[in-house]
């Protein structure tokens, strides 16, 4: 059975445009990693009715890995590891879900 993830994450404002860039960058290189079966960069719309909360996060990422161990061979992939290194410590706010089918 195949891996399904969301992947919220968050940036100081004066860091969007290059997260922008930056994660465009990743997709594009993830989508051919071996075993990548969906890998796809949304903004979140933060655009709410008065009294409703904002969404959490700037972007997500729906990912699908055919198993474990295209998503690991992914996290060690020179392109994952350089969006990380793009940068500095604590500018990005990244949170990961599993999916569970049900």
Request: aromatic share 8%; charged share 30%; hydrophobic share 45%.
């Amino acid at each position: 059975m195949s891996l399904k993830l969301i992947a919220t994450l968050t940036f100081p404002a004066d860091q969007q445009e290059k997260a922008r860039d930056i994660l465009a960058d990743l997709v594009e290189k993830s989508q051919s990693d071996k075993g990548c079966l969906q890998y796809e960069l949304f903004a979140v719309d933060k655009q709410v009715e008065e009294g409703e909360p904002v969404p959490e996060g700037d972007f997500v990422v729906l990912e699908e890995w055919w198993d474990e161990e295209a998503l690991e061979a992914h996290v060690a992939s020179e392109h994952f590891q350089g969006f990380l290194g793009a940068f500095a410590e604590g500018e990005i706010g990244l949170k990961i879900q599993r999916l569970l089918t049900v």
